[in-house]
C-alpha cells in the first residue's frame, strides 16, 4: 500500500506579485492648512486679487472691449480728472444728503420705538419685531419697483393719500402741490429715495437696539423707579448711556450703507441718477463710468478716492464716539 506524503505547511512563494503600497498621508501639522485652504483660494482670487488690480487700473487708461493690450500708463491722471470731475462732486454730494436724510430718522426713531416694544409689548413682541424687520429682508429691487408704483404722479398711492389729507379743514396749508412729481423733478429725487432707505432699514436698527435693551439689568430701572424716576426720565438718563456702544455700532453701519447706495436709487431713477443727476450717487457714477463709458482706469481711480471718504468718514464717527477722559 502506497503511502501519501504530507502536504507541506509553506506557502510557496507567488512569482510576479508586487509589495503592498503604503497610502498618502498627510502630515497632522498641515491638515490646518488643508482646511482652511479654500477659503484663501477664494479670497485670493475674489478678494485680494480685484483689490489690487483696480489700484493697477487707477493709474492707467483701458478700454475693456479692446482687450489687455490696450491698457495705457497715465499716473496720476485719473486721480486729478476725478478732483475737477463735476458730476464725481456732485454724486458725492448726493450720496452725502441722502446719508443723512436717510440714517439720522433711522435712529431717532429707532431708539424710541424699541423702548416702547420692549416696555410695552410682551407676548406679542417677536411677532412685532418680525414685521418692522420684515422690509429688511425683502429684495430689494422688489421694494424699489413697489415704491416706484406708490410714487407714481397720478396714480400713486402716496399722491392719493396726500391729496386725502389736504381735504381734511385745517391741514391744506401744510400738504400743498398735490399730486407731487416724485421721480421726475430734481428737488423730489432725493427726498423719494431717502424716504424708500428709511422705511427699508428703520427695522434693522429697532432690532439692534432693542437686543441692546434687553441686556440692561431690570435691577436698575426698579432703583430708579423706588427713587422716584419716571419713564422719560430713565430713558434719558439709563437708557440712553447703556444704549451707547449699540448706537456707535448702529451710526457706523449707516455712515458706510448710506454711502453706498445704489439698488434703491438706481431702480428708482432707471439708472441715470433722474432729472439733473439728483438721485445719482457716487455707487452709481462710478458703475455708469465703467459699465456705461468704458472708462475703467476713471472708474478705479474714482472708488479708490472714494474709499478715502469712507474711511475718514468712519473715523471721525469712532471719534464722535470715542469716550472722553474724565480727568481733562
Same mark, same amino acid.
Given at each position: 500500500?502506497?503511502?501519501?506524503?504530507?502536504h507541506?505547511?509553506?506557502?510557496?512563494?507567488?512569482?510576479?506579485?508586487?509589495? !503592498?503600497?503604503?497610502?498618502?498621508?498627510?502630515?497632522?501639522?498641515?491638515?490646518?492648512?488643508?482646511?482652511?485652504?479654500?477659503?484663501?483660494?477664494?479670497?485670493?482670487?475674489?478678494?485680494v486679487?480685484?483689490?489690487?488690480?483696480?489700484?493697477?487700473?487707477?493709474?492707467?487708461?483701458?478700454?475693456?472691449?479692446?482687450?489687455?493690450?490696450?491698457?495705457?500708463?497715465?499716473?496720476?491722471?485719473?486721480?486729478?480728472?476725478?478732483?475737477?470731475?463735476?458730476?464725481?462732486?456732485?454724486?458725492?454730494?448726493?450720496t452725502?444728503?441722502?446719508?443723512?436724510?436717510?440714517?439720522?430718522?433711522?435712529?431717532?426713531?429707532?431708539?424710541?420705538?424699541?423702548?416702547?416694544?420692549?416696555?410695552?409689548f410682551?407676548?406679542?413682541?417677536?411677532?412685532?419685531?418680525?414685521?418692522?424687520?420684515?422690509p429688511?429682508?425683502?429684495?430689494?429691487?422688489?421694494?424699489a419697483?413697489?415704491?416706484?408704483?406708490?410714487?407714481?404722479?397720478?396714480?400713486?398711492?402716496?399722491?392719493?393719500?396726500?391729496?386725502?389729507?389736504?381735504?381734511?379743514p385745517?391741514?391744506?396749508?401744510?400738504?400743498?402741490?398735490?399730486?407731487?412729481?416724485?421721480?421726475?423733478?430734481?428737488?423730489?429725487?432725493?427726498?423719494a429715495?431717502?424716504?424708500?432707505?428709511?422705511?427699508?432699514?428703520?427695522?434693522?436698527?429697532?432690532?439692534?437696539?432693542?437686543?441692546?435693551?434687553?441686556?440692561?439689568?431690570?435691577?436698575?430701572?426698579?432703583? !430708579?423707579?423706588?427713587?422716584?424716576?419716571?419713564?422719560?426720565?430713565?430713558?434719558?438718563?439709563?437708557?440712553?448711556?447703556?444704549?451707547?456702544?449699540?448706537?456707535?455700532?448702529?451710526?457706523?453701519?449707516?455712515?458706510?450703507?448710506?454711502?453706498q447706495?445704489?439698488?434703491?436709487?438706481?431702480?428708482?431713477?432707471?439708472?441715470?441718477g433722474?432729472?439733473?443727476?439728483?438721485g445719482?450717487?457716487?455707487?452709481?457714477?462710478?458703475?455708469?463710468?465703467?459699465?456705461?463709458?468704458?472708462?475703467?482706469g476713471l472708474?478705479?481711480a474714482?472708488?479708490?478716492?472714494?474709499?478715502?471718504?469712507?474711511?475718514?468718514?468712519?473715523?471721525l464717527t469712532?471719534? !464722535?464716539?470715542?469716550?472722553?477722559?474724565?480727568?481733562?
Amino acid at each position: 500500500m502506497s503511502s501519501i506524503a504530507p502536504h507541506s505547511t509553506a506557502a510557496a512563494p507567488q512569482v510576479g506579485t508586487a509589495p !503592498a503600497r503604503r497610502g498618502w498621508r498627510i502630515k497632522p501639522q498641515h491638515v490646518p492648512y488643508l482646511l482652511v485652504s479654500p477659503f484663501l483660494v477664494l479670497f485670493l482670487v475674489f478678494g485680494v486679487f480685484p483689490l489690487a488690480f483696480s489700484f493697477y487700473l487707477a493709474f492707467q487708461t483701458w478700454e475693456p472691449t479692446a482687450g489687455l493690450s490696450s491698457m495705457k500708463f497715465v499716473g496720476l491722471d485719473n486721480f486729478a480728472f476725478a478732483i475737477k470731475d463735476e458730476w464725481f462732486l456732485k454724486s458725492l454730494l448726493n450720496t452725502a444728503w441722502l446719508a443723512v436724510a436717510s440714517g439720522v430718522p433711522q435712529h431717532v426713531i429707532a431708539i424710541p420705538l424699541a423702548y416702547f416694544i420692549h416696555t410695552s409689548f410682551k407676548r406679542t413682541r417677536n411677532a412685532v419685531i418680525g414685521a418692522y424687520f420684515l422690509p429688511y429682508i425683502t429684495s430689494t429691487v422688489a421694494i424699489a419697483m413697489m415704491f416706484g408704483t406708490l410714487f407714481s404722479t397720478d396714480y400713486g398711492m402716496i399722491n392719493i393719500a396726500l391729496h386725502a389729507l389736504s381735504q381734511v379743514p385745517g391741514l391744506g396749508w401744510l400738504i400743498s402741490g398735490v399730486p407731487i412729481d416724485w421721480l421726475n423733478r430734481a428737488e423730489n429725487v432725493k427726498p423719494a429715495v431717502a424716504i424708500v432707505v428709511f422705511w427699508r432699514y428703520i427695522g434693522f436698527n429697532t432690532v439692534l437696539y432693542l437686543a441692546a435693551l434687553q441686556t440692561i439689568p431690570k435691577d436698575i430701572y426698579e432703583a !430708579a423707579t423706588m427713587d422716584g424716576a419716571r419713564r422719560l426720565q430713565q430713558f434719558f438718563y439709563i437708557t440712553l448711556p447703556s444704549l451707547k456702544p449699540m448706537i456707535y455700532f448702529g451710526v457706523t453701519l449707516s455712515v458706510v450703507g448710506g454711502l453706498q447706495l445704489f439698488e434703491e436709487p438706481f431702480i428708482l431713477t432707471g439708472g441715470r441718477g433722474g432729472t439733473d443727476q439728483a438721485g445719482m450717487t457716487t455707487a452709481m457714477y462710478m458703475y455708469r463710468t465703467a459699465f456705461e463709458f468704458n472708462d475703467f482706469g476713471l472708474a478705479s481711480a474714482l472708488s479708490w478716492l472714494f474709499f478715502v471718504v469712507v474711511a475718514l468718514l468712519t473715523w471721525l464717527t469712532n471719534r !464722535a464716539f470715542k469716550p472722553r477722559d474724565s480727568s481733562h
